[in-house]
């Protein structure tokens, strides 16, 4: 019978679900949103996991992430900040003796250094949202688009800021920007670029010449986000399709 080694990321908006087998090849994926209740959210990635023919008795499980203590069918919990560094450096890595992840959370930002595959330092945002995913959601609410629409529009815009530091403040900015006629395309790139410089402000105190830097988390998957991030941080910026699921990738590995 194979083993399989589970990584879970139940993060403040969505969970992860990793299966790795025993060559560390990935397997599976699984995404669901988090919604109200985590210890429910496990319950039903414990059903899937069960649908897909995963024996979760045969297999090492680690959870990770603001729900981890939920998942009451796994082995053991891991903090965020260790399994996030392990996905990047299975992800990212490669060559890289020296790596810095930029993850972008529904909820906080979490900047980690990696040498030679171990977390050495790391900084964390999670006191305010304005440096989140969670204010790209208001500021997209507020404009009535989607993620990858407000990305796309921020693209063709340009000459627009908001200098309020705080969601509520800036939503408030953005809603009297509309009120003047500005058009969305600069709004656009008024929210993206008020998020980056905050990221970036973050990143760059951890941030040393000839570092390989990656985006992890959600925004991974928008382009114009780490494009806008390596033209700040004046580096290039990697991310990839799986680059939101680094947690639980981690959380795999931790696993074995």
């Given at each position: 019978m194979n083993k399989y080694?589970?990584?879970?990321?139940?993060?403040?908006?969505?969970?992860?679900?990793?299966?790795l087998d025993e060559n560390k090849n990935i397997i599976e994926r699984i995404l669901l949103p988090t919604g109200w209740s985590s210890k429910e959210t496990s319950e039903i990635i414990l059903r899937k996991l069960n649908d897909l023919n995963f024996n979760v008795g045969n297999s090492t499980i680690v959870a990770t992430g603001y729900g981890r203590v939920s998942v009451f069918f796994a082995n053991k919990a891991v903090t965020e900040i260790t399994c996030h560094g392990?996905?990047?450096?299975?992800?990212?890595?490669?060559?890289?003796?020296?790596?810095?992840?930029?993850?972008?959370?529904?909820?906080?930002?979490?900047?980690?250094?990696?040498?030679?595959?171990?977390?050495?330092?790391f900084l964390m945002n999670d006191k305010c949202s304005a440096g989140t995913g969670r204010f790209l959601e208001v500021m997209s609410n507020a404009l009535n688009l989607?993620?990858?629409?407000?990305?796309?529009?921020?693209?063709?815009?340009?000459?627009?800021?908001?200098?309020?530091?705080?969601?509520?403040?800036?939503?408030?900015?953005v809603i009297s920007l509309i009120g003047r006629g500005e058009k969305r395309e600069n709004i656009a790139f008024a929210i993206v670029d008020s998020i980056i410089k905050k990221v970036c402000q973050q990143a760059q105190k951890l941030y040393r010449p000839g570092m390989k830097v990656c985006l992890t988390g959600g925004l991974s998957e928008f382009k114009y986000i780490s494009d806008s991030l390596g033209k700040e941080l004046k580096t290039n910026v990697e991310a990839k399709e799986d680059g939101r699921y680094a947690g639980a990738i981690g959380a795999a590995l931790m696993a074995m």
């Open positions: 080694f589970i990584g879970i990321d139940i993060g403040s908006t969505s969970a992860k679900t990793v299966v392990k996905g990047a450096d299975y992800l990212f890595g490669g060559e890289a003796a020296d790596l810095l992840v930029i993850d972008i959370g529904g909820q906080d930002t979490k900047i980690i250094q990696i040498k030679d595959g171990n977390v050495v330092d989607k993620m990858d629409e407000l990305c796309d529009m921020a693209a063709k815009g340009s000459d627009t800021h908001i200098s309020s530091l705080c969601t509520v403040f800036a939503e408030s900015e």
